[in-house]
């Protein structure tokens, strides 16, 4: 259809291209419990009714059976509106739970699972792993990259198939400084590594670990870019692609803004730091991190499928689902516009009043993290214990200090990426898909949406309901007072020390007095 035909047509007429791409198919996802697997999921439901079936492969956790899983998935708040929208009988009639689970060989299906899905499935998402940057390196590699060479033998079985999605990470090939949208060679073979963690005891593994990740910092990154080298041997055999999201971040705009079920990234920084607990990190503040609102992630994978299947684009196969390009939001931007959010929207209970700030050196890090983390959590756990109830403070200081690892690293490196496939399937857009499948931040309100995520963490992750707001307020006030009491205190403290130990400066002191007092009494 041509760009002038298109034009000429009213809103009604303008077809929807990407919902026409899924009518009647049938879609396998994994990882659909997961963060980025719930918004793609609530996506097709609410967005794509005409999708024939959708089957999950979920895993028996903690448990409960995966029908269980689906249930309690439903009974998120993200899903809502949807269920407003067509009821919760019919979307569980949409969605059929296969039983599975990528880290086990044949990935735990059934014969019978594996001849229905052979025989069914025609787009595959594939985006079960282990997120986890610390995660013990024999199971990163069954789950991330054992399990994707699984799941890319089940597709090349599958007798109707027309996509396989691999879901990759933008920051798996950290040793290119600009990730273009290309495969690159992987750290190691990835056979020889699968074979290596399958015969190995989990001790000799462990103990082999930095040597085999070599320069990369973690094993998620290690996995990832070994399980991106199996997609790429097997894209002469099926149709895949593979996409590149950077840091996923909380829901921007549908359906329900701010909304996450965890508290990575950004997020987990604004609460530490709203609650008081975080008070310096070791980053160069004037470098900024990628980041892609989850919406946004889900829209770009639903509009590269559309593009392979639909408009027949099948020369490009990989896509960096990036934002940097277009927004660059600097760690110290991050925190000043957090800061003023979380006065204005604070959380309950904050344990002082949030503060500190980002240090280039890192001796002064390591010095603020002793005098403004340790100290304060362990005089904090010690009035707790003689309250009579269970200390908490070095806890959550360990859980930092994990995290600041981390963190570390990928703050103080910098990366950018090349996004212009994504670009190009954008520009195919007709204005109908351009809106309702949006890849751009042309009316983005960075404050507006810390803002929205702020609300959501408060509610959805913290259980702090808006009716404890101005609460928090108040409290907030009392925190502000403390905070400057003790300051002044604290100094005045400092300045008792230095005129105790020295006899000059006591006397600068007590001269630089009796000039102010003379100057008052002219």
């Not at 002064?364 to 010690?382: E, K, Q, R, T």
């Not at 507006?448 to 963490?457: Q, V, W």
Request: overall charge neutral; some cysteine.
């Amino acid at each position: 259809m041509t760009e002038t035909k298109v034009e000429t047509m009213t809103k009604e007429e303008i077809p929807d291209r990407v919902a026409l791409t899924f009518e009647g198919q049938n879609i396998l996802v994994t990882g659909g419990t997961g963060f980025l697997g719930k918004v793609i999921i609530e996506k097709f439901l609410r967005c794509l009714p005409n999708t024939k079936q959708i089957f999950m492969l979920i895993r028996p956790k903690k448990g409960k059976d995966p029908k269980h899983r689906l249930d309690e998935l439903f009974s998120s708040p993200l899903f809502k509106s949807v269920k407003e929208q067509r009821g919760l009988a019919e979307l569980q009639k949409a969605v059929t739970v296969v039983g599975g689970d990528v880290s086990l060989p044949g990935l735990g299906l059934s014969s019978e699972d594996r001849k229905m899905l052979c025989e069914k499935i025609d787009i595959v998402y594939h985006g079960a792993a282990t997120v986890r940057f610390d995660e013990l390196l024999k199971k990163a590699v069954v789950l991330n990259t054992r399990g994707t060479k699984q799941m890319l033998e089940l597709a090349k079985e599958m007798k109707h198939l027309k996509l396989f999605t691999h879901i990759s990470t933008a920051y798996c090939h950290l040793g290119e400084k600009v990730l273009e949208e290309k495969p690159y060679p992987p750290p190691a073979d990835p056979h020889k590594i699968i074979k290596c963690v399958e015969w190995m005891d989990d001790e000799v593994v462990e103990a082999m670990t930095d040597k085999i990740l070599g320069d990369l910092p973690n094993t998620y990154a290690f996995t990832k870019a070994l399980s991106e080298s199996l997609v790429e041997e097997m894209m002469p055999h099926i149709p895949v692609i593979i996409v590149r999201p950077s840091i996923v971040i909380p829901i921007w705009k549908d359906p329900l803004p701010g909304w996450t079920d965890n508290i990575n990234g950004p997020t987990g920084l604004l609460i530490g730091a709203g609650k008081g607990v975080i008070r310096t990190m070791y980053c160069n503040d004037s470098s900024y991190a990628d980041y892609l609102p989850v919406d946004i992630a889900v829209n770009a994978i639903l509009a590269t499928t559309w593009n392979f299947i639909y408009m027949q684009d099948q020369e490009n196969r990989v896509y960096n689902l990036t934002s940097s390009n277009e927004f660059k939001v600097s760690w110290a931007e991050i925190i000043a516009r957090g800061r003023k959010i979380t006065e204005k929207v604070p959380l309950n209970g904050v344990v002082w009043y949030p503060g500190g700030s980002m240090k280039k050196s890192r001796l002064m890090h390591n010095i603020c993290v002793l005098l403004f983390h340790m100290i304060p959590a362990y005089l904090i756990d010690a009035l707790i214990f003689l309250a009579g109830y269970k200390p908490i403070m070095c806890r959550v200081q360990r859980r930092i200090q994990k995290g600041f690892e981390v963190f570390e690293y990928y703050a103080n490196n910098q990366w950018d990426f090349e996004n212009a496939n994504l670009y190009r399937v954008r520009d195919k857009f007709n204005s109908l898909e351009f809106e309702r499948y949006q890849l751009h931040g042309d009316d983005m309100d960075i404050d507006a949406y810390f803002e929205s995520c702020i609300r959501a963490a408060r509610v959805y992750i913290l259980n702090e309901q808006p009716e404890t707001l101005p609460a928090a307020r108040r409290h907030l006030k009392v925190m502000y007072w403390v905070d400057v009491v003790t300051k002044i205190l604290f100094f005045v403290f400092l300045i008792y020390m230095l005129a105790s130990w020295s006899e000059s400066f006591r006397a600068l002191l007590i001269r630089g007095w009796s000039l102010a007092t003379r100057a008052v009494s002219r």
